[in-house]
């Protein structure tokens, strides 16, 4: 049998052209300048309508080079809005689109002959080193990146809350007044759970707002989720002429399983790999912390520890994370979770910020969960949820 790379050699090959996929992609094509990169992705535009976002301080100066290309806005602070609590933040905040991305990836490898962008074609086959395409060819490769996104394992398993959500970028008649993103407006509704409205100022006319849901169940409903943003547009005094565009997710947060794979070749990457951050789904920190390491050791070597070791590294935040979901999930009533965000951001900034990241120490996880619990927290919220999920559980069994 001919050697995998003989099909078609290739050093690396990623299939997705989502972050995670795009990040590695790019990785490759800046710091290994000699290798031979192939990106597969199905759709023939951007992957999804989405918009991703971080902290200045999520960005290793290693990575600047491949991600700075991308960043199509920056922001010098952001706010947050809660009940007791109005806070603005001084760190950094950026941004870019899936549509940008692809347009960045498309640029960068049309200047690389010895590259490939495979756009419209599915892979109907992932293998160690092998990549099988919906045409019938076979990519060969010393590295295989799985960055097809789907659920993650703990996403199944029942024990997890959701983060659901919707965003629209609004076109204006006039100008906003909004002086920098609000990452959290949870001056809302909290009857269903903890529930916040994200605003980023793209433009002097041109704003995404987003209806955001820490929910127990994942059903969403875009209907009703577009006219609260709406209407929220009405409350902040946006002038809206029209949408541009419409994004909407649903992700988990998990409070018991959930992993980091580490398991290969080929690389699992991104949320099928397990690689995001229990309570947030934020994904940027790890997506480029991931992207480094494939081009920093040899194909031969990472899944020989390196990879385990960033996992390691990962593995006690992340705990810390999945408790904290079990606690806002299972020990407060939906209308009172929001109590709990409000006592994070009276947190030190930096501990903020490392929470974020993934790389909260010791002390931070303790001056997180540490002191007197945050309003709302109730016994009796921990019976209802136990209740719940006894009945989530013989509705599984009965179907």
Same mark, same amino acid.
């Given at each position: 049998?001919?050697?995998?790379?003989?099909?078609?050699?290739?050093?690396?090959?990623?299939?997705?052209?989502?972050?995670?996929? =795009?990040?590695?992609?790019?990785?490759?094509?800046?710091?290994?300048?000699?290798?031979? $990169?192939?990106?597969?992705?199905?759709?023939?535009?951007?992957?999804?309508?989405?918009?991703?976002?971080?902290?200045?301080?999520?960005?290793?100066?290693?990575?600047?080079?491949?991600?700075?290309?991308?960043?199509?806005?920056?922001?010098?602070?952001?706010? $947050?809005?809660?009940?007791?609590?109005?806070?603005?933040?001084?760190?950094?905040?950026?941004?870019?689109?899936?549509?940008?991305?692809?347009?960045?990836?498309?640029?960068?490898?049309?200047?690389?002959?010895?590259? =490939?962008?495979?756009?419209?074609?599915?892979?109907?086959?992932?293998?160690?080193?092998?990549?099988?395409?919906?045409?019938?060819?076979?990519?060969?490769?010393?590295?295989?990146?799985?960055? @097809?996104?789907?659920? +993650?394992?703990?996403?199944?398993?029942?024990?997890?809350?959701?983060?659901?959500?919707?965003?629209?970028?609004?076109?204006?008649?006039?100008?906003?007044?909004?002086?920098?993103?609000?990452?959290?407006?949870?001056?809302?509704?909290?009857?269903?759970?903890?529930?916040?409205?994200?605003?980023?100022?793209?433009? +002097?006319?041109?704003?995404?707002?987003?209806?955001?849901?820490?929910?127990?169940?994942?059903?969403?409903?875009?209907?009703?989720?577009?006219?609260? $943003?709406?209407?929220?547009?009405?409350?902040?005094?946006?002038?809206?002429?029209?949408?541009?565009?419409?994004?909407?997710?649903?992700?988990?947060?998990?409070?018991?399983?959930?992993?980091?794979? @580490? =398991?290969?070749?080929?690389?699992?990457?991104?949320?099928?790999?397990?690689?995001?951050? +229990?309570?947030?789904?934020?994904?940027? +920190?790890?997506? $480029?912390?991931?992207?480094?390491?494939?081009?920093?050791?040899?194909?031969?070597?990472?899944?020989?520890?390196?990879?385990?070791?960033?996992?390691?590294?990962?593995?006690?935040?992340?705990?810390?994370?999945?408790?904290?979901?079990?606690?806002?999930?299972?020990?407060?009533?939906?209308?009172?979770?929001?109590?709990?965000?409000?006592?994070?951001?009276?947190?030190?900034?930096?501990?903020?910020?490392?929470?974020?990241?993934?790389?909260? @120490?010791?002390?931070?996880?303790?001056?997180?969960?540490?002191?007197?619990?945050?309003?709302?927290?109730?016994?009796?919220?921990?019976?209802?949820?136990?209740?719940?999920?006894?009945?989530?559980?013989?509705?599984?069994?009965?179907?």
């Amino acid at each position: 049998m001919s050697d995998p790379a003989d099909l078609h050699p290739f050093d690396c090959v990623v299939v997705g052209g989502g972050l995670q996929g =795009a990040l590695v992609a790019l990785a490759w094509l800046e710091r290994r300048p000699t290798a031979r $990169v192939a990106l597969v992705e199905r759709e023939r535009g951007a992957p999804l309508e989405r918009t991703w976002s971080f902290h200045g301080e999520d960005l290793p100066a290693a990575a600047r080079g491949f991600v700075e290309p991308l960043i199509e806005h920056r922001w010098s602070g952001y706010e $947050v809005r809660f009940e007791n609590l109005r806070r603005t933040l001084s760190s950094e905040y950026l941004g870019f689109t899936s549509r940008h991305a692809s347009a960045v990836l498309q640029q960068r490898f049309a200047a690389r002959a010895d590259c =490939a962008l495979f756009v419209g074609r599915r892979a109907i086959r992932i293998e160690a080193q092998r990549v099988v395409l919906d045409d019938g060819r076979t990519l060969g490769a010393r590295l295989v990146v799985d960055a @097809t996104g789907g659920a +993650p394992r703990t996403a199944r398993n029942g024990a997890c809350g959701y983060q659901k959500f919707l965003g629209l970028e609004l076109e204006l008649a006039r100008d906003h007044a909004l002086q920098r993103p609000i990452l959290m407006d949870a001056c809302v509704d909290q009857a269903q759970g903890y529930r916040f409205f994200y605003a980023l100022p793209f433009g +002097p006319r041109r704003v995404l707002l987003e209806d955001t849901r820490f929910a127990d169940t994942p059903e969403l409903e875009r209907d009703e989720l577009r006219a609260e $943003v709406l209407r929220y547009a009405e409350e902040l005094g946006l002038a809206v002429s029209g949408i541009a565009r419409e994004e909407h997710g649903v992700l988990p947060m998990p409070w018991s399983e959930h992993r980091f794979e @580490t =398991a290969g070749p080929p690389l699992r990457a991104g949320y099928r790999g397990g690689w995001f951050h +229990p309570a947030t789904g934020y994904s940027f +920190p790890l997506a $480029v912390r991931l992207a480094l390491l494939s081009t920093e050791v040899e194909p031969e070597q990472l899944f020989q520890g390196p990879l385990r070791q960033l996992a390691r590294a990962l593995e006690a935040p992340a705990r810390h994370a999945r408790a904290l979901n079990r606690l806002l999930f299972r020990w407060f009533e939906p209308r009172d979770r929001a109590h709990v965000f409000e006592r994070f951001y009276r947190l030190p900034e930096p501990t903020i910020l490392r929470f974020y990241a993934l790389r909260a @120490t010791f002390l931070d996880r303790a001056r997180v969960l540490g002191g007197r619990p945050p309003r709302g927290f109730s016994l009796r919220a921990r019976w209802r949820a136990s209740e719940r999920a006894r009945g989530a559980a013989r509705e599984v069994a009965h179907a």
